[in-house]
């Protein structure tokens, strides 16, 4: 892809459309609009607060990103969403305890005034909840096109210039491509027909994409990661991104194993089990939802270690992840890790790991990265699958000839240089060896 010759300004109102309002995606809206009165700090996310560095280290030119890309501001973000509740914002967030009371008060206008639209919901694929705010339709391809029109309706009466979508909604059963979703045409043949491998999530990623809206995956549900959604993102020139968003206990597994890899330590076993209490966690007490989810949490550890390449060190390791349901935990999510590995001359060693985390105040600073970049990317020209974001995703979309970055500290150096080649910058090598000719 071509180095972009203009970006377009980020004129005007950016429509942000969430499938799901739920704990990610109110703790989000809440989030900015406590931002935006200078109530509270967007800690952890890169669009606000992260720098980055230009040109050589004498040259002493680190900008915030917000100073170096035109991304939209915060002020310009107009929020919509579906759900299968009819709970507003507020409702929701507080339905939800992971935000203070004090925070809700200061914002609670902005909360009640965002009401769901009625929410596509097949239950075969999110078999734990009831939805009682949902569409009816003939067809799959009726619901298809009811989102649209949902789309268009919020872009008139809300003035936006443009829009983007974060997936935010539950984790789906697991399921498998198939020819259903080869092409365009086999898809849409499969809408009209009501096929029932189509899920809840790919309806809205095609009726979002259909009406040129950028759209990111933050589940494991196979929303666009298949061949049929990745040739619409081209043809409508939409950027797309995904999945599941890297947050917890998988956020510490490509922090720790790339240091452990990079000293060349072996790893015999890591063990993972998750508490979680909320929505999400009731949703993966199901067995098949729990499998899309473990699918994504265990492909991390093989494509960093890459035991074919050093099966003395990772040849024989055992890689369990479970996950709890737990609603005295409610969003308050604790991962355990304990890591059996070896070093010099195989002696053993032990390391435990007890992640007190709070799951949507990981997610959050997540969504609004990706709305600003996202927008970026389409006002920038790109299209397609944007493998730069893979920073923010349990199981990245790749290119099908190549494997699947989890390194953060390589997806870290591949976000920014990305962005330094969008305006012009060159990447940086970390060389250096100019400084000591």
């Known amino acids: 892809m071509k180095r972009p010759a203009t970006i377009e300004p980020a004129k005007g109102k950016l429509a942000v459309l969430l499938p799901g309002l739920g704990a990610v995606a109110t703790t989000f809206i809440a989030g900015v609009a406590l931002a935006r009165r200078n109530l509270a700090a ?3 996310s890169l669009t606000q607060l992260a720098t980055i560095r230009l ?11 917000s100073d170096f890309v035109p991304l939209a501001q915060l002020d310009q973000l107009e929020f919509g969403a579906w759900d ?5 914002a507020l409702a929701s967030a507080e339905h939800s305890h992971v935000l203070r009371p004090d ?31 949902v569409k009816r339709g003939s067809s799959k391809a009726d619901m298809v096109a009811q989102l649209r029109q949902d789309i268009r309706t919020f872009m008139r009466e809300r003035a936006c210039d443009r829009a983007v979508a974060v997936w935010c909604g539950s984790t789906e059963v697991y399921t498998h491509a198939n020819g259903v979703h080869a092409s365009i045409v086999s898809f849409e ?21 259909k009406e040129r809206v950028p759209f990111a995956n933050g589940s494991p549900n196979l929303a666009v990661d298949f061949p049929a959604a990745s040739e619409l993102a081209r043809e409508v020139r939409m950027p797309i991104a995904g999945k599941d968003f890297k947050t917890g206990q998988t956020l510490m ?3 720790i194993a790339p240091g452990l890899k990079a000293r060349m330590l072996g790893i015999h076993g890591w063990y993972s089990t998750n508490i979680l209490g909320n929505r999400d966690g009731e949703v993966l007490d199901d067995p098949d939802s729990f499998r899309s989810k473990e699918v994504s949490k265990l492909s991390v550890l093989d494509n960093i270690l890459q035991p074919q390449l050093h099966p003395e060190l990772y040849g024989d390791l055992v890689h369990k992840v479970r996950i709890d349901y737990y609603p005295p935990r409610g969003d ?33 600073p997540i969504v609004l990265d990706l709305v600003l970049f996202l927008d970026l990317a389409r006002r920038a020209g790109l299209h397609g699958m944007q493998e730069w974001l893979s920073f923010y995703f349990k199981s990245p979309m790749h290119a099908p000839e190549v494997n699947a970055e989890h390194d953060l500290f390589i997806q870290h150096k591949k976000l920014k240089n990305t962005l330094r080649w969008v305006m012009g910058e060159e990447p940086l090598t970390h060389v250096g060896n100019e400084y000591y000719e």
């Open 55 to 65: 040109g050589k280290r004498t040259e002493r030119r680190s900008p915030k990103i």
């Open 103 to 133: 925070h809700l008060e200061a914002v609670k206008d902005e909360l009640r005034a965002i009401r769901p639209m009625r929410g596509v919901f097949y239950p075969e694929f999110v078999r734990r909840l009831h939805g009682t705010h």
């Open 42 to 44: 967007p800690v952890g």
């Open 332 to 364: 308050d999510k604790e991962g355990w890790d304990s890591i059996d590995l070896h070093g010099w001359l195989g002696y053993p060693m032990q390391m435990k790991i007890n992640f007190l985390c709070r799951d949507s105040i990981l997610a959050a």
């Open 253 to 255: 597994k490509t922090i």
């Open 84 to 88: 299968i509740f009819e709970d507003d």
């Open 189 to 209: 043949e499969a809408l009209a027909k009501s096929d029932p491998s189509i899920t809840n999530s790919q309806m809205y990623a095609w009726a979002l994409l």
